[in-house]
């Protein structure tokens, strides 16, 4: 079945240092999207990509999309502290609800 | 907008009792999906319904578990004779419709002793 699998499983960084995750793909999507998850909460929609987008910008986030090589990344740039979470791609091929990644753990130290 | 509501945040059952785990959707917002997350792991898909209607239980076990969208009132996800296997987080989501983001309940958390 479709599945996002996200790289690195864990990331460990510094506060202002970049943040960059990847997401993999096996089809064809409508869409990719990008989910934060803070330890013991429910997950928060960050940005929504489209299959005919490349780049999408939010504040500090910059998601890019290669359908071609069906990966996408997630960069977290200038990191704080609070950033620390989980993060989650999910790939939306229609007609079917999200199939979400394991997701990469961040930590951002102070 | 009170966003996505789930009740309990927290539920305790023995092995043998039923899990009754509950979820409002937002206003407005007719899609509700069901996911489960064990520790460490991503989340998987059980359920997706509309309201009065299942439209995707493949992710459900076909045994002990069922799940309710009514006309009227919160999704129901329903865990019967449960078992230790079952203790998870239990995420229920919902969107206006198929093709936007999910907003996220805080989640249930069962823990079966």
């Known amino acids: 079945s479709q599945q996002g699998e996200e790289d690195p499983q864990a990331l460990s960084i510094q506060e202002g240092e970049n943040a960059t995750m990847n997401c993999s793909y096996k089809?064809?999507?409508?869409?990719l999207q990008w989910y934060r998850q803070n330890s013991g909460r429910g997950l928060v929609h960050l940005i929504l990509?489209?299959?005919?987008?490349r780049e999408k910008h939010s504040g500090r986030l910059r998601v890019t999309l290669d359908t071609s090589k069906k990966s996408s990344s997630l960069l977290i740039t200038a990191s704080r502290a609070a950033d620390t979470a989980s993060y989650f791609c999910a790939t939306d091929v229609g007609n079917t609800p999200l199939v979400f990644g394991k997701g990469t753990r961040l930590s951002v130290i102070a | 907008n009170a966003g996505v509501m789930q009740n309990p945040r927290h539920l305790v059952r023995r092995r043998g009792q039923e899990a009754r785990l509950r979820c409002s959707p937002m206003?407005?917002?007719?899609?509700v999906y069901w996911y489960r997350q064990l520790p460490e792991e991503g989340l998987k898909f059980m359920v997706y319904l509309q309201k009065e209607n299942i439209i995707d239980e493949s992710g459900m076990p076909k045994e002990r578990f069922s799940a309710e969208f009514p006309k009227e009132g919160p999704s129901i996800l329903r865990i019967q004779q449960v078992v230790r296997g079952d203790s998870a987080a239990y995420f229920c989501a919902s969107s206006p419709r198929d093709i936007y983001g999910y907003t996220f309940g805080s989640g249930t958390r069962l823990t079966v002793v």
């Open positions: 206003k407005g917002h007719s899609h």
């Open positions: 990509i489209r299959s005919n987008e």
């Open positions: 089809t064809s999507i409508n869409n």
